[in-house]
């Protein structure tokens, strides 16, 4: 249940050509604690309950707890959740063996896209695609949990 990913900005739109599924997400959160998080996700037509533990000091890994539901369930607990609704299209490119997840943000987060990819161990090697800019794992402020309270329109380009 540990969650070993990596996260990118995106500098072009390439992506999207090179993606085999794209999936709207709608996603907001109960509990923003930074020891815990827990979210509720619609994703397509399919409801998601996740617990997120306290990241590593390097970003890579925390615990992760998901639980598929029904969708009116997460349509009711969405109603339950702190200001600040996520919604983005969430693309999958495979590069070889890996499947990187790239999310185009709307609303207050449009012009945001990241990119994440899971590993199995922090060491991992894999290809980057030419589309992928500036890793930013770790980076607090990239986490939808804090998009959700200051998002991307507030910052400073």
């Not at 997120?52 to 969708?71: A, D, P, Q, T, Y």
């Amino acid at each position: 249940m540990v969650e070993i990913e990596r996260k990118f900005l995106v500098n072009s739109n390439a992506y999207k050509e090179a993606s085999y599924k794209g999936t709207r997400i709608i996603q907001g959160f109960l509990n923003t604690h930074k020891e815990r998080t827990v979210r509720i996700r619609l994703k397509g037509d399919v409801g998601y309950i996740t617990v997120k533990g306290l990241s590593s000091s390097n970003g890579l890994s925390r615990f992760e707890w998901e639980k598929e539901i029904n969708v009116k369930e997460a349509e009711s607990l969405l109603k339950l959740c702190e200001s600040g609704v996520i919604e983005k299209m969430r693309y999958e490119v495979r590069i070889k063996n890996h499947t990187f997840e790239v999310d185009e943000f709307f609303g207050d987060n449009e012009g945001l896209i990241l990119a994440e990819i899971e590993l199995d161990n922090e060491n991992e090697a894999f290809e980057k695609p030419h589309w992928l800019g500036e890793e930013v794992t770790g980076n607090i402020k990239y986490y939808n949990s804090q998009l959700s309270k200051q998002p991307f329109s507030t910052w400073k380009h």
